[in-house]
T-cell receptor, first 116, second 117 residues
Framework: AQKVTQAQTEISVVEKEDVTLDCVYE???????LFWYKQPPSGELVFLIR??????QNEISGRYSWNFQKSTSSFNFTITASQVVDSAVYFC?????????????FGTGTRLQVFP | EAGVAQSPRYKIIEKRQSVAFWCNPI?????LYWYQQILGQGPKLLIQ????????DSQLPKDRFSAERLKGVDSTLKIQPAKLEDSAVYLC???????????????FGEGSRLTVL
């Protein structure tokens, strides 16, 4: 069955520290997408990144970087030099595109608090 | 460009009462989703529409929840009668089409927070 596990419930850091949010997924499919979303206090989820199962290349976007490793079924998210505005709940999600379904399976989220 | 609009933002009701939530997606978006997010959990899909047809409602508790998207634009989610465990944030999202949705290109509203006493 599909499952996304975010073992870290809450992380607190001081501004300018680097922080890594872990995500482990389970799927029987060979074709799938992985995602990260940010949920600020206002409530809406904001799409950050998508990776497909055939592209294990790591990605960097400004202070954000993502490490996708199929061997460990992990898709971790690192924020470099964290800022107070990064405070939010971050969700990792999975969709099994190969099954013809577009349903997203979300993890339970990691609440990140960045203190000044 | 206007985002996904939802109302009301907050609603408090007693158990066994009914409640309705409204969602207006981004103009031109064919696919609309209702997610339920219970405190401390990730969002869970309740129902997905493609235009005015239902694509997936496998996780919708049909004995008490109903949803419609009659003209393929805005949508209403109703709960009747409400139970304590329905306390959650109800998120509406839209995507250009199912392909975009499967690729995670969902645009979410700010949600409607329901408290059932």
């Amino acid at each position: 069955a599909q499952k996304v596990t975010q073992a870290q419930t809450e992380i607190s850091v001081v501004e300018k520290e680097d922080v890594t949010l872990d995500c482990v997924y389970e799927t029987r499919d060979t074709t799938y997408y992985l995602f990260w979303y940010k949920q600020p206090p206002s409530g809406e989820l904001v799409f950050l990144i998508r990776r497909n199962s055939f592209d294990e290349q790591n990605e960097i976007s400004g202070r954000y970087s993502w490490n996708f490793q199929k061997s460990t079924s992990s898709f971790n998210f690192t924020i470099t030099a964290s800022q107070v505005v990064d405070s939010a709940v971050y969700f990792c999600a999975l969709s099994e595109a190969g099954r013809g379904t577009d349903k997203l399976i979300f993890g339970t989220g990691t609440r990140l608090q960045v203190f000044p | 460009e206007a985002g996904v609009a939802q109302s009301p933002r907050y609603k408090i009701i007693e158990k066994r009462q009914s409640v309705a939530f409204w969602c207006n997606p981004i103009s031109g978006h064919a696919t609309l989703y209702w997610y339920q997010q219970i405190l401390g959990q990730g969002p869970k899909l309740l129902i997905q529409f493609q235009n005015n047809g239902v694509v997936d409602d496998s996780q919708l508790p049909k004995d008490r929840f109903s949803a419609e998207r009659l003209k393929g634009v805005d949508s209403t989610l109703k709960i009747q009668p409400a139970k304590l465990e329905d306390s959650a944030v109800y998120l509406c999202a839209s995507s250009l089409d199912r392909l975009a949705g499967a690729a995670g290109e969902l645009f979410f509203g700010e949600g409607s927070r329901l408290t059932v006493l």
